[in-house]
């Protein structure tokens, strides 16, 4: 069962440029965590977001919550082209908080 | 230095063996998983385990077996029955509760 939903699928933007993507989840939370994976390894933790917060900063990253519409943003400010990666969205499927479901992602192009 | 290792990086595999994965992590961790990554697409749970001598299904199990007799280790079997073992494959571990997941750099499994 699939729990978030990247969108874009897809993005590409120039360096500088801030890079938004959003992931909508079907049932209730108690925390949605947003990974960044590499071409070809492993992902990588970026910020994790519970239930009843709103908004999170982490360096050039910040994450938005709404549980209302069940849906989450993740916005990178001034990217860089080390930044080209897929970045998955995954909320946990039970009481317990793990068990995590992963996104499809978006995969993101940073241009030089 | 702390971490999750997953072995052999490439595995290729002839029509009707049974290969195996290997998974350690010394972080002390109680919680493992395996995912499963197609191209272009997000991960999938083949199994998990929340503490040791003890593992269940995830979404995509048939065809698949684990094993779980130390806490630090977590290796999975890819059976003769998986029609389409081809993928990449992901290991993770995480605390209880709702934390954040650490992955291994995978393993890419080719049948030949």
């Known amino acids: 069962s699939q729990q978030g939903e990247e969108d874009p699928q897809a993005l590409s933007i120039q360096e500088g440029e801030n890079a938004t993507m959003n992931c909508s989840y079907k049932t209730s939370i108690n925390n949605l965590q947003w990974y960044r994976q590499n071409s070809g390894r492993g992902l990588v933790h970026l910020i994790l977001?519970?239930?009843?917060?709103r908004e999170k900063h982490s360096g050039r990253l910040r994450v938005t919550l709404d549980t209302s519409k069940k849906s989450s943003s993740l916005l990178i400010t001034a990217s860089r082209a080390a930044d080209t990666a897929s970045y998955f969205c995954?909320?946990?499927?039970?009481?317990?908080?793990?068990?995590?479901?992963f996104g499809p992602g978006t995969r993101l192009s940073v241009l030089p | 230095d702390g971490g999750i290792t997953q072995s052999p990086k490439y595995l290729f595999r002839k029509e009707g063996q049974n290969v195996t994965l290997s998974c350690e992590q010394n972080l002390n961790h109680d919680a493992m998983y395996w995912y499963r990554q197609d191209p272009g697409q997000g991960l999938r749970l083949i199994y998990y385990s929340q503490i040791v001598n003890d593992f269940q299904k995830g979404d995509i199990a048939e065809g698949y077996s684990v094993s779980r007799e130390k806490k630090e280790s977590f290796p999975l079997t890819v059976t003769s029955a998986q029609k389409n073992p081809t993928a990449f494959y992901l290991c993770?571990?995480?605390?209880?509760?709702?934390?954040?997941?650490?992955f291994g750099q995978g393993t890419r499994l080719t049948v030949v």
């Open positions: 995954a909320t946990d499927r039970d009481n317990y908080g793990q068990n995590f479901v």
């Open positions: 977001i519970r239930s009843n917060e």
């Open positions: 993770a571990s995480s605390r209880q509760g709702d934390t954040e997941a650490f």
